[in-house]
């Protein structure tokens, strides 16, 4: 079982390395998304440390659904997605090793360029220590609760945008609590522990639950 | 078995329902009198699925394909394995070239190599014949004799006469049922 899952891990990083593009239209996106709002609102320090919070985080859930189609659908176009149902460990692991294989291809270099956005808003060095920390915690589980989507939406004509309308609306939550935990930090005064024990739940949550209705959801798209 | 049938018959779909890609309305299929669905581990793992697509990854080479695909279902081969299945099937000297280069009969071999390396008794083959050259078709024609008369099984659909001895194939025409 933990076999196939690293051989699966493997196969899906080794594919991303084959074609790095993938990678970086995902993080360019990210940055260029985070660096027009100032030219569209103002170089002022005070409103762009204002804006800082919520701007980081949609453009981490945009640059996170642009990803999600990729994640099931060239392996149900060439065939590996049925081999990989007609294997004798639970559907649930591999689906678990893929997802883990998106996050370290699309969530983690994010989390990483943070800081360099952080600059650009202005934000104190432990401002951007917490914002990292909480995309740390948050983009796994924009990968686990949009590959759901993907699952549900495979084969179907317009899956990219119908994965977006389906899986927006559930990172709401992490929207919330991970810039409210950025806007609390740049206050200085207020305990940070509440925001990460809610996203961290989240993300238990997530983990207990996503792998097994992903992969409910992959045996309904491949019939 | 040899499936027979015209174009839209059904093959396909049985050949998916008995993989349980696809759910029928009813009944029930069952493997050594037990629903598959219930030891989907055991049936799993006796049992080799080829269909239309050859379920390559373009990008990654034979080798890495052919390891990742039997890892997947629960064994582990060497690379020495993998390379006789590949030379066997004609494709030697193609180990690291990335199937994205190949053609589509090449891709084919390097699909139907995976008979050679699986020791699932179980095959479901869904037109293993198609892309395939003179030669290629009689290898896995004597391949897929070798393997009944080891005592392993096969399910397939295809067009290609079958020089298999009448007593150890069972022919089902689908054409009568639609």
């Not at chain 1, 609760?145 to 549900?152: H, T």
């Not at chain 1, 930090?185 to 238990?204: E, N, T, W």
């Not at chain 2, 582990?76 to 030379?87: C, K, Y």
């Not at chain 2, 050259?133 to 005592?151: F, M, N």
Request: charged share 15%; proline share 4%.
């Amino acid at each position: 079982m933990f076999d196939s899952f690293v051989a699966l891990l493997k196969r899906d990083l080794l594919l991303a390395m084959r074609r790095r593009s993938d990678i970086f239209t995902v993080l360019f996106f990210f940055i260029i998304v985070v660096s027009i709002f100032p030219l569209g609102i103002s170089f002022e320090q005070a409103v762009l440390q204002k804006i800082a919070p919520g701007v980081v985080w949609v453009a981490a859930l945009l640059a996170s659904t642009l990803a999600l189609e990729r994640i099931f659908a060239n392996d149900y176009a060439d065939g590996t997605l049925e081999q990989m149902l007609l294997t004798p460990q639970p559907l649930w692991v591999l689906v678990f090793a893929k997802t883990l294989a998106h996050w370290l291809l699309t969530g983690l270099p994010l989390v990483l360029i943070a800081p360099l956005a952080g600059l650009q808003y202005h934000l104190s060095a432990s401002t951007i220590g917490t914002m990292m920390l909480v995309l740390l915690i948050g983009t796994p589980i924009l990968s686990m609760v949009g590959a759901i989507g993907a699952a549900l939406t495979l084969g179907l004509r317009g899956g990219g945008i119908l994965i977006s309308l389906l899986v927006l609306p559930l990172y709401v939550p992490v929207l919330v609590y991970g810039s409210g935990a950025i806007e609390a930090a740049m206050q200085g005064d207020v305990s940070l522990q509440p925001y990460y024990l809610l996203l961290s739940a989240f993300l238990l949550l997530a983990l207990v639950f996503t792998p097994w209705a992903t992969a409910a959801s992959l045996r309904i798209s491949v019939e | 078995m040899w499936l027979e049938g015209r174009n839209g018959s059904g093959k396909t779909t049985l050949l998916r329902a008995l993989c349980g890609l696809f759910l029928p309305d009813s009944g029930s299929i069952q493997w050594q009198g037990e629903d598959t669905k219930k030891v989907a581990d055991i049936f799993y793992r006796r049992l080799l699925y080829l269909g239309h697509q050859n379920a390559l990854k373009l990008d990654l080479n034979p080798v890495e394909n052919l390891q990742t695909l039997s890892r997947l279902a629960g064994h582990i081969v060497s690379e020495e394995q993998v390379d006789g299945a590949l030379t066997r099937l004609g494709l030697a000297g193609y180990e690291e070239t990335p199937v994205r280069k190949m053609s589509q009969g090449q891709q084919r071999r390097v699909a139907l190599s995976r008979l050679l390396i699986s020791d699932a008794p179980l095959w479901i083959l869904d037109e293993p014949f198609v892309a395939l050259d003179i030669a290629a078709v009689e290898l896995l024609q004597s391949i897929l004799v070798k393997h009944v008369e080891q005592g392993g099984m096969v399910i397939l659909t295809t067009h290609q006469p079958l020089p298999l001895a009448e007593e150890k194939m069972v022919r089902l025409s689908l054409d009568r049922y639609v």
